[in-house]
């Protein structure tokens, strides 16, 4: 059971049968942000998040970021601001928002911007800017990093955000198991499993979204599928260091009996909806060379 990512693509999750669009309105609509789809994208999360959020993707990282009393935390590609409330609660010094989108900015100060600790900001995250300052003791990306074009620049912004030694945790759709219009489950009723197919994954993919399916608004999205190496690569050239990997599963199960029931819990036990990273900022020392 395919769940949504933080810039949702349908739950069809890659299986759908018709022709696929063009890449131009995609690449089209990345640049300007979220915009066009914001209204649609903040009903369908809301205040809290989706079930996802609630369940797996808030907890894990605001486990991972641990946050302290006093810190000042930057949540990048922030959208309507689902994190806010969570790290509040740890009475956080400052918390800074940052997404492209005027329309989610606008939503997320609806929502959460009564708090003086709180402020939000309209701007391109892959793209220098004033939240980018060196004062944050944190940054948080939040199911995002598939959503933009340029990850190495986006990455090191979040670098550059961070004081020395500031953590950085990044939550994003599992790039080896959860590929749109790429990985599929399947059921192989001889060994009575469920498994998941995966049809490509080493090369790095522009994949366009529809996001009202069946309704023709001609609205989409752009999803970046990376391969890990490539993820990985990418947060080191920006002087991110990795230190800790979580990957996180569905809490749904089948409420059914029987083989099917089964097979799908173990599909759900064995592979990831999510990957976390947990990075620091590091000091890149000269004579090292990233290829």
């Not at 649609?40 to 205040?47: P, S, T």
């Not at 999205?221 to 890990?228: D, G, I, M, Q, V």
């Amino acid at each position: 059971m395919p769940p949504p990512p933080r810039r949702p693509f349908p739950p069809s999750n890659g299986r759908n049968s018709g022709p696929t669009p063009s890449k131009k309105p995609a690449a089209e609509a990345s640049s300007r942000g979220w915009d066009p789809v914001a209204a649609w994208y903040d009903k369908l999360v809301g205040e809290s998040g989706s079930d996802y959020h609630q369940n797996v993707i808030l907890p894990a990282a605001v486990r991972i970021l641990a946050p302290q009393a006093g810190e000042s935390i930057v949540d990048v590609c922030c959208g309507q601001g689902v994190l806010a409330k969570s790290l509040l609660e740890f009475k956080i010094g400052r918390f800074l928002g940052v997404d492209a989108s005027p329309r989610l900015i606008e939503a997320a100060k609806t929502r959460h911007g009564k708090d003086p600790r709180v402020s939000w900001m309209v701007a391109d995250v892959c793209k220098s800017g004033a939240w980018a300052d060196g004062s944050h003791d944190a940054a948080a990306c939040l199911m995002a990093v598939h959503d933009v074009e340029d990850a190495v620049a986006m990455f090191s912004n979040v670098s550059r955000a961070l004081k020395p030694g500031g953590r950085a945790v990044f939550v994003m759709m599992h790039p080896c198991f959860r590929i749109p219009k790429q990985t599929h489950w399947g059921w192989d009723p001889d060994q009575k499993i469920q498994f998941r197919r995966v049809d490509r994954y080493a090369t790095p993919l522009e994949i366009p979204i529809i996001t009202h399916p069946g309704k023709s608004t001609g609205e989409q999205t752009a999803f970046h599928h990376r391969p890990l190496s490539e993820l990985l690569t990418s947060l080191g050239k920006s002087g991110l260091a990795v230190v800790a990997c979580d990957e996180l599963y569905s809490h749904r199960r089948s409420q059914g009996t029987g083989p099917f029931s089964k097979a799908e819990h173990l599909a759900a036990a064995e592979f990831p909806l999510f990957l976390a990273l947990k990075a620091l900022k590091v000091q890149l020392p000269s004579l090292i060379t990233i290829p």
